[in-house]
């Protein structure tokens, strides 16, 4: 998302640099990601110079660059804020201040950005796991996020300092029944880590498998379960549940 969007904000500077080069690609580049600023630059044309940007100029426009980011994968919600973001910064300028405004736009972006991808809070897993086992709870942590960006090999990481450093008794549960080699993967890290992996191979379903782990854990003493998933988009419903 963060690669994506600053790729947009990259082409709000271009555009604010080189207005005239912008204006001749808004042709032909319309219905890409920087068709924004692109339709941007081409509505500055049509409103006569120094007229105030209304709800209605932007409404298309902010229509478009929301179906853009959807179409690249981006939650509508998130589209939604991004836009609103953008409204809110714009209506009322005047057209003629074009360069202020673009700048304006990208900096906007940025913080909505900032904002959406900062934790609304922090959780310290090492004590909040040791307050579980106090209380005599298993602690279960779910890794999930698309394919390669590293749940694997963080939940290898995870399951070293919750065993190191909190002297927990920790269990793998291999959740990835999809990917080949998924599993084998974390019977490496378990090998390396000395810590028991709980894995029913390929095709089951993983939430059934991750049920049972937990069980398992509760009946040898185990505090904690780290849970691997296969890749999946936070937005896609039915797979998440
Ligand atoms: N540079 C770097 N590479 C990483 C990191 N975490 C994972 N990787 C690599 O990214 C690739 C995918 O990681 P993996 O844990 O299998 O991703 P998963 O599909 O989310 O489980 C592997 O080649 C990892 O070695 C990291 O923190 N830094
Ligand atoms: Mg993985």
Same mark, same amino acid.
């Given at each position: 998302l963060m690669a994506q969007l600053s790729t947009q904000a990259a082409d709000a500077g271009d555009a604010a640099e080189a207005p005239q080069e912008a204006e001749a690609e808004a042709e032909d580049k319309?219905?890409? /990601?920087?068709g924004l600023f692109k339709s941007l630059t081409r509505s500055f044309k049509n409103v006569t110079g120094g007229a105030v940007l209304t709800e209605q100029d932007l409404e298309p426009i902010l229509a478009s660059f929301k179906t853009n980011l959807m179409a690249k994968n981006v939650a509508a919600d998130v589209a939604t804020k991004l836009a609103d973001s953008v409204r809110t910064s714009v209506v009322?300028?005047?057209?003629?201040?074009f360069t202020t405004m673009t700048s304006t736009v990208k900096k906007v972006l940025q913080e909505s950005m900032e904002t959406i991808l900062t934790p609304k809070k922090s959780i310290d897993v090492l004590r909040a796991a040791l307050a579980a086992k106090n209380a005599g709870r298993v602690y279960s942590i779910c890794f999930l996020g /698309?394919?390669? /960006?590293?749940k694997s090999t963080n939940l290898a990481k995870v399951a070293y300092y919750l065993k190191n450093k909190g002297g927990l008794n920790v269990l793998i549960c291999a959740?990835?029944?999809?990917?080949?080699?998924a599993v084998e993967q974390l019977k490496t890290h378990s090998r390396c880590l000395d810590i028991p992996l709980f894995e029913r191979g390929y095709g089951k379903d993983p939430a059934d498998i991750a049920k049972n782990a937990c069980q398992f854990a509760r009946q040898n003493g185990h505090d904690v379960v780290l849970i691997d998933t296969a890749g999946r988009m936070q937005d896609n419903e039915p797979l998440m549940r």
């Open positions: 319309t219905g890409r /990601v920087g009322g300028k005047t057209t003629d201040r /698309v394919n390669g /960006v590293g959740c990835d029944t999809f990917r080949a080699g």
